[in-house]
């Protein structure tokens, strides 16, 4: 296997001949000229195709089918009529008919490129007539010229062995087109294509002859191996364009394309560095640690030979990265820190500052180890820090790095509950920037920074659309991660108003070679247990989710996501207040409040789980107690604007103010959040509201007298509003909720006198109830 | 432990085992098996007595097949004995381990001690040219004290070859990179001195009073011709090989060593009488008539006559390749290996003779198609290097030649047509002391390189060293007396020293030759002389007439001057003139290129350079002697041909103004 050259490339060179040539008709040119450059220039700088099937056209080796398909349908412009340029296209080929053709054929290729002048004074000294100026010549400099000097010089540099591989190959290559060839030309000798067989075939015999071949064309005829059809730098190219793919998107590499590969280096010998570190990618993503720490260390092995030290800071870098990933984050921190220190001694400005962008992150996530080790002052305090990125980032032009520490500081400020005017210039910044630089990869987490902005200003259909725009517009081109996080938080949001199924239905829509990453995957069937932890929860299904609680807990270490933690924390409660078990609940409230303390954590997390407490008093029949907590909870949230949360904490304070008989108050208070939290969509939300409505409404009409007029209106609003709650609880499948809405109404029924549906609610009540238990 | 019957079973099984293995070239694991039988208790040869070894172990211990029988009963129960040692031996050699190999007969020990005392005792040992009578004392001498060790010959001679070998490899190993630092090719064998005291001590020990030696086979005589042939000590060489031959005469390297002693014919018809008459002697004589570049109708029907017996017989086929080559039939030459590839496509041997025809015929296809023939059937073996080398330097990759020769050399240092043609690569590349060092190796490695000799002279000649040039190119004038080229290049030599009446010498010589070898091939011998059915050079008629103007010997000037230009019009005047261009300014390709082609008689060379200058110097001499009418006709001439116009023209002008001044 060669380099460079491959029999498609001759077959390129001689279609570029056939361009000087001027046999290439002048409305056949861009088709042809643009499959040239199709070929030669690096897939970076080429444009994006308008439909992306037209990328599926070309192989990644040509063959023979696909000159074939570009060249029979374009006439020739010369020649005899009724000949096609595949006709002239062939001839070229075939006319290399021995290895010293083949010689000769790149020697000519010098004739095709433009004189400098020192050639044509040479020229001139041997008597050659300049070229006439109606030729075509190709620049020195043109991607077309430089690519014939390229293959010149790498056909130069061929050892004789590579040589004949190539020659090899290259017959092997054109015969597909034989019997075309043999058919234009009414009938080929057998030993067409190489003319010292067919000259010799008078002399030594048929049978000589075919031995001669046999042993010069050995595996031609034998095995159909393509030895030598691809080059090194064809594999290069193949390499790059898979580990761009593979960062860029996040994936592994499909199975099907594993395999192609692995039959691809197998041949050659010179395998490039590079498919080490293919390898270390797959392996990473495919949670493989040792394989991907061997991996990438053979790959830095390798290159360190060609470039020296110079790239001893990303080889870190990667370590670290790798090594987070896999949850030894001390080894990481060491790794990164390292990787500042060198980057600092070469100067490496881009990598030093992604690697403080990455320890900023990193601390952010794992404080405790962040903690441990002394490096606190690397970045002095958080915010200090991020400006301090922020201006890196501009002023050596990492733009990526630019926008994601804008958003960065922007997610500061809004978990930190600071103003949200802030929080939405930060945004807005970054996406100028992103729209400006048309950085496709930063377009996640600008949506998802939007998404959650809104969603913590309770404006949840704006937060979804965000979702919805990214996963149809933008998820192609970013990282599967981001698609992932996307579809769970619209399952989520789906799974809010209790359509469990579609949420299902989306996170089972993701695709499936995608899933194949290690990380990706987990994250996947976590997010799907909490889904079904949450319906077995609601239908009050609480054996199975004993069960799946007990799987989630188990893998709630701290390399999980702090979100997914959370998550399966509160279930945990819901759960464990489901069973009753209110001791436990608030322990487990008071650990998880601790640790968020340390931590300094979300403060929307932190007022959801002080209205949490405050609720839990009132479930143990003590309300009064949560009063200065949800009091404290509300003001927070207040003036974080962390809406959905301030409603919770409202309710709460409402619920307080109805076991204090502050009806009226409690009843003025639910009245005015509830429309607004409607705008939420959550329906777990709303029910409670109701129902803490019904019973503010149900104290208003006790404290009236009884028959008076204000005591009927008050129990018609009831069962108006208790109406709602069972529907909203009907719909999130609630069961328990159901129950103690319909026990409601039904002793709602009995005050109002009305016995017979009274005893109707009853029975109904008796129904779920039964339903509960065949449930539980 | 074994009971004795099974250690008899177990070394039978063993002993089988090594020689199947061997026999499917299985090396090591024939000497995997080697070593354990050698490695079983031998317990049996110190129980049983002497003499019952007479009778008992040729018939168990010796499997009948493992190996050829020895008429010699007193070497056949040597032989037998040392049956599993031999096995052993022979399969280390396989394996390349030739220190260990020589090791198990001649242990280090053992070989020193007979060395020391043979050197002490025998001062005259190393300076063999008393024959003798010495040779008598000192046999009587050295083996009253030390005796070597009693060794059937076949063990002797596979453990001298063995260090031989050795020596060989240690030497190439310590050359290093060719023609680098260490590699000046004097490197020598240091295995040699000691095979051949050895040697010389143990045909001492064995020659009994009327001066033969008692029970030899020839084969130690070849070692020790060999040997002696390698330090240059080639009298005594020829006669220890001359006396292995007699002994034994189916041993074809044997010949070739002596093939390799013979540095001219004369040599060799001397030796005619000495060697035994038998076909391998036969063959000896053709292919060493061959090596000496030798041709004629003779030689052809000896070789017709070999054919005959051998018909497919490679090696014939190709020294009939090699006789059409050097009588310069390229077209025959070319047949005939072509048709040898086709009976033996997977013969590379001598293939870059074939690849040096396609050089000069400059069929660039086929050198093409050989290389990669070469290359797929092995591209390590220095043949396939030095077509593929051929190949590049007739694309003139000239640095890619020289990487291929290079590796030609590296994997065999005694290529020699590797070392002559990287000569030539490195005189295109204008490297002229690696061509003269690469020269010097190729004429070391065989006097008898015409082409290295006359490259050397080449390159002195381009250093404008001519003297030097001139002792070369006699060399080479030597060696090929018949060729008109190397004949050509002493006289230019000479002439350009100003030695103008030996240069004419040389030149009319070369006419000669070049008379004498076209009748040569036209089977009518000795037609030549002076009086030339065949075309002569013009260049060559031209220097001579140059020469002698410049002696002033004006009317032989002219007579060449006139004899040059006749050159044009043979019998038939349709040769085509470019094509003689072309070979007359090919100068340094790898082989002479002979100006003329078939050498068929009759036909003229047509209007060259050559002749024209004849004609000018022709014409101008007609003016100057006022003979206007033969200088007007030859000035016209020269405008027809158009060579010269404008000197032509003016000489023209000047003819009329004289004639016109005379007729007034």
């Known amino acids: 296997m060669t380099r460079f050259l491959t029999p498609a490339k001759i077959g390129l060179l001689a279609l570029i001949e056939l361009y000087t040539d001027a046999v290439v008709p002048s409305s056949s040119t861009i088709p042809i000229l643009s499959f040239i450059i199709n070929q030669l220039l690096p897939c970076a700088y080429k444009a994006q195709p308008r439909e992306p099937k037209s990328l599926q056209t070309l192989p990644f080796i040509l063959d023979l089918e696909s000159f074939e398909a570009l060249l029979t349908s374009h006439p020739a412009a010369g020649g005899l009529p009724g000949r096609s340029l595949w006709d002239h296209f062939l001839r070229k080929l075939w006319e290399i008919d021995s290895l010293d053709a083949l010689h000769e054929f790149f020697a000519t290729r010098g004739n095709l490129l433009a004189r400098n002048r020192e050639e044509i004074k040479k020229d001139g000294e041997l008597g050659i007539p300049p070229p006439s100026d109606d030729m075509i010549l190709l620049s020195r400099t043109s991607p077309l010229g430089s690519f014939i000097r390229r293959a010149k010089v790498e056909y130069e540099r061929l050892r004789f062995s590579d040589t004949l591989s190539l020659w090899v190959a290259f017959v092997e290559w054109r015969e597909e087109s034989r019997t075309y060839w043999a058919k234009r030309n009414g009938g080929l000798e057998r030993w067409a294509g190489d003319r010292v067989l067919a000259e010799g075939q008078e002399e030594w015999g048929l049978e000589a002859t075919e031995m001669l071949e046999h042993i010069t064309y050995g595996a031609l005829s034998t095995e159909n191996s393509n030895q030598g059809g691809i080059s090194t730098d064809d594999v290069e190219k193949l390499l790059e364009f898979q580990v761009e793919q593979m960062q860029k998107l996040g994936n592994r590499i499909p199975h099907e394309v594993k395999e192609q590969f692995k039959a691809v280096l197998e041949k050659n010998i010179i395998i490039p560095s590079l498919s080490h570190y293919l390898n270390f990618l797959d392996a990473w993503r495919a949670g493989d640690y040792p394989t991907s720490f061997d991996n990438l260390h053979r790959y830095f092995d390798y290159t360190m030979q060609n470039r020296d030290r110079l790239f001893y800071q990303y080889a870190l870098m990667n370590l670290a990265v790798l090594q987070a990933d896999f949850g030894c984050f001390d080894e990481a921190v060491a790794a990164m820190l390292e990787t500042v220190s060198t980057a600092r001694e070469n100067k490496d400005m881009a990598c030093l500052n992604f690697a403080l962008n990455w320890l900023y992150h990193f601390g952010k996530a794992h404080p405790k180890i962040m903690k441990g080790t002394d490096s606190t002052n690397i970045l002095g305090v958080e915010r200090e820090g991020l400006a301090f990125l922020r201006i890196k980032a501009k002023e050596t032009g990492m733009w990526t790095l630019w926008s994601s520490s804008l958003l960065s500081e922007a997610k500061l400020g809004m978990s930190n509950g600071e103003s949200v005017a802030t929080a939405f210039e930060n945004i807005l910044k970054s996406s100028q920037l992103i729209v400006e630089k048309n950085m496709k990869s930063m377009m996640g987490p600008q949506m998802a920074m939007h998404s959650s902005l809104w969603g913590r200003l309770g404006v949840a259909h704006l937060s979804r659309q965000y979702c919805d725009i990214f996963l149809t517009c933008h998820a192609r081109y970013a990282l599967f991660d981001d698609t992932l996080r996307f579809t769970t938080r619209v399952a989520h949001l789906l799974a809010e108003r209790g359509r469990y199924d579609e949420a299902m239905e989306k996170l089972e829509g993701l695709d499936e070679n995608s899933l194949r990453t290690w990380k990706s995957n987990q994250y996947w069937l976590k997010y799907r247990g909490i889904l079904r932890l949450k319906r077995d929860l609601h239908r009050n299904n609480l054996s199975g989710a004993d069960h799946l609680l007990s799987q989630l807990t188990q893998c709630n270490s701290s390399d999980t996501d702090t979100d997914l933690a959370y998550e399966t924390n509160t279930l945990h409660i819901d759960y464990l207040i489901r069973r009753t078990n209110y001791g436990q609940a608030l322990a487990k409230i008071e650990q998880m409040a601790s640790e968020m303390k340390e931590e300094g954590d979300d403060l929307n997390l932190r007022i959801k789980l002080l209205t949490m407490k405050a609720l839990l008093q009132d479930k143990a029949g003590r309300p009064q107690k949560g009063f200065s907590i949800a009091v404290r909870a509300a003001s927070i949230a207040w003036r974080a604007r962390l809406i959905p949360a301030l409603w919770g904490a409202m309710g709460a304070i409402a619920n307080i103010l109805t076991s204090l008989s502050e009806f009226q108050a409690s009843s003025q208070i639910l009245v005015a959040i509830i429309p607004r939290a409607l705008e939420y969509e959550n329906c777990t939300l709303n029910a409670q509201l109701y129902s803490f409505l019904v019973d503010a409404y149900m104290g208003l009409a006790g404290q009236a007298e009884s028959g008076s007029p204000t005591r009927k209106e008050n129990l018609t609003r009831c069962l108006q509003f208790i109406d709602q709650a069972f529907d909203e609880y009907s719909t999130v499948e609630d069961i328990k909720g159901q129950c103690e809405i319909m026990a409601k109404k039904a002793t709602i029924m009995r005050v109002v006198g009305d016995n017979v549906l009274a005893n109707d609610y009853a029975s109904a009540y008796l129904d779920l109830k039964k339903g509960l238990s065949v449930g539980a | ?664």
Request: charged share 25%.
């Open chain 2, 1 to 664: 432990m074994l009971s004795q019957r099974d250690a008899a079973e177990m070394r039978a099984n063993l002993q089988e085992a090594v020689v199947k293995c061997s026999e499917r070239c299985l090396y090591q694991s024939a000497k995997w098996a080697a070593e354990l039988l050698t490695s079983l208790s031998t317990t049996e040869d110190s129980i049983e007595p002497e003499d019952s070894q007479m009778t008992e172990v040729p018939a168990a211990a010796v499997p009948p097949i493992v190996v050829t029988g020895n008429v010699d009963p007193e070497e056949a129960q040597l032989e037998a004995k040392e049956i599993n040692q031999y096995l052993l031996a022979k399969s280390f050699f396989d394996c390349r381990e030739f220190d260990r190999c020589a090791a198990v007969f001649l242990p280090d020990t053992v070989l020193s001690g007979i060395l020391s005392t043979a050197a002490t005792k025998n001062p005259n040992a190393s300076a063999p040219q008393g024959k003798g009578k010495s040779r008598g004392s000192a046999a009587r001498t050295s083996t009253a004290l030390v005796a070597t060790p009693k060794l059937s010959q076949k063990s002797l001679f596979l453990a001298l070859y063995a260090k031989f070998m050795s020596g060989e490899k240690k030497k190439d190993e310590d050359s290093e990179m060719v023609m680098g630092p260490h590699d000046g090719g004097n490197a020598i064998n240091k295995q040699l001195n000691v095979i051949s005291r050895f040697l010389e001590t143990w045909f001492l020990e064995h020659t009994n009073e009327n001066g033969s030696v008692d029970g030899s086979q020839g084969w130690l005589e070849y070692l020790y011709g060999m040997v002696l042939a390698k330090d240059k000590n080639e009298a005594q060489a020829m006669h220890w090989l001359l006396k292995s031959v007699h002994l034994y005469q189916m041993n074809w390297s044997c010949w070739l060593e002596m093939a390799s002693l013979i540095g001219r014919m004369e040599d060799l018809q001397q030796l005619g009488q000495r060697v035994p008459a038998h076909i391998f002697g036969f063959i000896f004589n053709i292919h060493t008539s061959l090596e000496l570049y030798q041709s004629g109708p003779d030689l052809s029907a000896r070789l017709d006559q070999l054919l005959s017996i051998f018909p497919t017989s490679p090696f014939i086929l190709t020294c009939v390749a090699l006789l059409a080559y050097h009588t310069k039939d390229f077209v025959t030459a070319d047949a005939h290996f072509s048709n040898l590839l086709a009976l033996h496509p997977h013969r590379l041997d001598s293939l870059d003779h074939y690849s040096n025809i396609l050089y000069v015929m400059n069929l660039r296809p086929k050198l093409s198609f050989l290389a990669h023939l070469c290359s797929a059937v092995d591209k390590f073996r220095p043949e396939s290097c030095v077509v593929i080398g051929n190949y590049y330097s007739l694309l003139s990759s000239h640095e890619k030649a020289v990487q291929y020769f290079r590796r030609a050399l590296t994997l065999d240092r005694s290529c020699l047509s590797a070392w002559t043609l990287m000569g030539h690569e490195y005189v295109e590349l204008k490297n002229t002391h690696a061509a003269i060092e690469s020269y010097r190796r190729a004429v070391d490695v065989n006097r008898r390189d015409y082409r290295a000799w006359y490259g050397l002279g080449q390159t002195y000649e381009v250093l404008e060293m001519h003297a030097y040039a001139l002792w070369y190119y006699k060399r080479a004038a030597g060696l090929r007396p018949w060729d008109g080229k190397m004949w050509m290049a002493v006289g230019s030599c000479l002439q350009k020293m100003g030695r103008d009446l030996e240069g004419i010498k040389a030149l009319k010589r070369a006419l000669q030759a070049d008379s004498y070898y076209d009748a040569g091939v036209g089977s009518s011998f000795g037609s030549g002389g002076r009086e030339r059915a065949a075309i002569m050079d013009p260049e060559i008629l031209l220097q001579i007439a140059g020469m002698y103007e410049r002696l002033e010997d004006e009317a032989e000037a002219r007579s060449y001057m006139e004899m040059c230009v006749a050159q044009e019009e043979g019998a038939a005047e349709n040769l085509d003139s470019s094509v003689i261009n072309i070979h007359a300014d090919s100068q340094s390709s790898e082989d002479d290129s002979r100006p003329q082609g078939g050498g068929d008689t009759g036909s003229g060379t047509g209007v060259t350079a050559a002749t024209s200058k004849a004609r000018m110097w022709l014409a101008k001499h007609a003016m100057r002697t006022g003979d206007y009418n033969r200088a007007m006709q030859l000035a016209t001439e020269l405008c027809q041909d158009g060579v010269e116009v404008e000197e032509a023209k003016a000489l023209v002008r000047e003819v009329r103004v004289r004639q016109e001044a005379d007729g007034l």
